[in-house]
């Protein structure tokens, strides 16, 4: 379908409606950055929305509370409406706050509670570390034994989860489900909605882990009529280092308690009252625990601007047409000297980054470090490449598999190490 000369990939980037967006972030001409899902670009607007909220520490110290602009006391509310708008939520039901893994936390304070029928929890084995060591700890306080009470699905090849299998999973002493939006290494996206209505129909409530998807891919959150969700800000959303993350509460669960009860979750008007009893704010504001991280939200705000002005049906559609440039040209280039893509080629079960698997790829991912790629290596043989609709282009994609191709030809890794350093 594309044609694999590079005249032909910048073609595509002259013929592309979204390339403007590259120059609103800050780039090093001499990288082609391929770790948008890990680690997502600092934009100009990210930036001034940072310094905007120094300004006001600086000017305002204390009265920031209210006279920042917006006040600093309701940002986390706005900035969870405007972020619920990009994952298909209504009005109160998104609260930016503390981190994924605190988030899943929270989750399951709020919607674990077994009983005699029901008490085992249903996730798969390819999911995030964190989130099993989570819900293994949920499961361990409340004196459940987890290899009893947690159920996991498995796969067949290592890489993907099938739906069917998943729903047959849903059985009747399954209280909670916990899955993720887009596997974090083969970058399967799950139909979430499909899934959210078997396990609505065995009575069973669903949470759901969007670190992968959020920013990738669309969601419909409130449609679908999923329970809990929550994901990264740092990946996809360009939220910076350590960003802080997004919870979803559906509103019909707005009267459910927390079982993390902290200050910054009481009724708005009331909270400085300082009164004892905890009266939880209805939404999921509700579900705050402490002081708002401000200084690790401000980007976010910045980096949503961005996501407004390109609208997320433009941004999947071209991370589509990316993914699949990139996959054929791996197919051209690359499968002869042993690379398969692990990514689905379905774009209904594709998320946005591409798993390039190899036996070596240990040292091909050093060797494409040193001639200035920026990939992502998961052990033992994935080498994640994101191409970010918002400002990688084409012509990026082209040279990055072009490189590889020339890391092969010339044998380049194997003057690399076999062992793999300590952050991949
Ligand atoms: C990145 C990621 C996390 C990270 O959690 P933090 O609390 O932000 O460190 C959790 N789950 C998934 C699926 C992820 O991809």
Known sequence: M???????????DREDELRNFRDRFYLDEKTIYMDGNSLGLMSKDAEKTIHR??????????????????????????????????????????????????????????????????????????????DHYAVKSHLAMRGIDPEDALVLVTSEDGKTLDENEIIENMKEDIALILLPGVLYRSGQLLDLERL???????????????????????????????????????????????????LYLNKRHFQRKTGLAGW????????????????????????????????SMAPLEGSLNIYEEAGMDRLREKSLKATDYMIELIDA??????????????????GGHVALEHEDAVRINEAMKERGIIPDFRYPNVIRMAPIPLYTSYHEIYRAIEIIEEIMVRQEYKKFNKTRSVVA
């Not at 594309?2 to 595509?12: F, H, I, Q």
């Not at 209210?66 to 409406?81: D, R, S, T």
């Not at 280039?333 to 080629?345: A, C, D, E, H, M």
């Open 2 to 12: 594309y044609e694999m000369t590079e005249e032909y990939a910048l073609k595509l």
């Open 53 to 130: 909220m120094l300004e006001e520490w600086k000017t305002l110290g204390i009265n920031g509370w209210m006279g920042g602009e917006p006040p600093w006391y309701f940002y986390a509310e706005q900035l969870g409406n405007k972020m619920g708008k990009l994952v298909g939520a209504e009005e109160d039901e998104v609260i930016i706050h503390s981190s994924t893994t605190v988030n899943l936390h929270i989750g399951l304070s709020m919607f674990y509670r077994p009983d005699d029928k029901r008490y085992k929890i249903l996730m798969d084995e390819l999911n995030f570390p964190s």
């Open 196 to 246: 959210t209505r078997a396990a609505h129909e065995r009575g069973i409530l669903v949470m759901y882990d969007l670190s992968h998807s959020a920013g990738a891919v669309k969601h419909e959150l409130s449609k679908w009529d999923v329970d809990y969700a929550f994901w990264c800000g740092y990946k996809y959303l360009s939220n910076g280092p350590g960003g802080v993350a997004g």
């Open 264 to 295: 910054f979750g009481y009724q708005k008007d009331r909270q400085f009252d300082m009164v004892l009893n905890f009266n939880q704010a209805e939404g999921a504001g509700g579900l705050q625990i402490g002081t708002p991280h401000l200084l």
């Open 333 to 350: 280039k690359l499968s002869q000297y042993g690379f398969v893509v692990g990514t689905p080629r379905d774009h209904q079960r594709r």
